[in-house]
C-alpha cells in the first residue's frame, strides 16, 4: 500500500519547485532528498540544536519540525542561498572563515541561517545581543566564542545580503 501524496509549489534560493511528497514528509527531508540541497543538516529531529534552520519567509525555522506540504508558496532560504549572486560567500560566511566560526562545520548551515535573519532584524547588535542571536543553536565543538565574534564581524562587513533575504513576505510575519 502506498501513502498518498500532495503536490504543492515552493521557490528554495530563488528557483521554483513543484513537489509531490507524503503528507508527513518533514520539510528538512524534501529539501536533502528530493531537491538535493543536502547543506541544511539533520542533527536532532527534535528541533533542539538548529541544525536544520532554514529561513521560511525570511524567519529562521527548524526545517526538521515543518511538514513540507505547510510550506505551500513559501519562499525558502537555505545555506546554500545565503552567498552572493556572483557566487562569493556573503558577508556572515565570510566572518565565519575569518573569525575561525566552525570546527567540525555540522552546526554551521543553522548558525549560519540564523545570524542572517538575526543580522536583518538587527544590523548592529552589542554583544550581549550577538550572544542571544545565537542561543537556540548547538555546538559541540568550538565553544561559541568565535561565533559570538563571526556574528560582530558579519555586523561589520554589513548585512546588505541579509536584509535582501526574505523581501516582503519577511515583513509581513514577522511579530
Known amino acids: 500500500m502506498s501513502e498518498e501524496t500532495h503536490s504543492f509549489a515552493l521557490s528554495v534560493n ?15 527531508d524534501a529539501l536533502r532528498h528530493d531537491l538535493g540541497l543536502t547543506g541544511t543538516h539533520v542533527g536532532c529531529e527534535h528541533g533542539v540544536c538548529g541544525a536544520c534552520t532554514v529561513l521560511l519567509d525570511g524567519r529562521p525555522v527548524r526545517s526538521c519540525l515543518v511538514f513540507a506540504v505547510s510550506a505551500q508558496g513559501a519562499e525558502i532560504t537555505t545555506v546554500e542561498g545565503l552567498g552572493n549572486e556572483d557566487g562569493s560567500l556573503g558577508p556572515v560566511q565570510q566572518a ?16 549560519l541561517t540564523t545570524i542572517t535573519a538575526g543580522l536583518r532584524d538587527n544590523p ?7 550572544r542571544e542571536m545565537i542561543a537556540g543553536n548547538l555546538c559541540r565543538c568550538t565553544g561559541y566564542q568565535n561565533i559570538v565574534k563571526a556574528v560582530e564581524r558579519a555586523a561589520q562587513l554589513g548585512g546588505e545580503r541579509a536584509a535582501q533575504l526574505g523581501g516582503e513576505r519577511a515583513a509581513e510575519v514577522s511579530p
Open 14 to 28: 530563488g528557483v521554483s519547485y513543484d513537489l509531490d511528497v507524503p503528507a508527513r514528509r518533514l520539510l528538512s
Open 96 to 111: 565565519f572563515a575569518e573569525c575561525h566560526g566552525l570546527q567540525c562545520g555540522f552546526c554551521t548551515p543553522g548558525f
Open 124 to 130: 548592529a547588535p552589542t554583544h550581549e545581543e550577538a
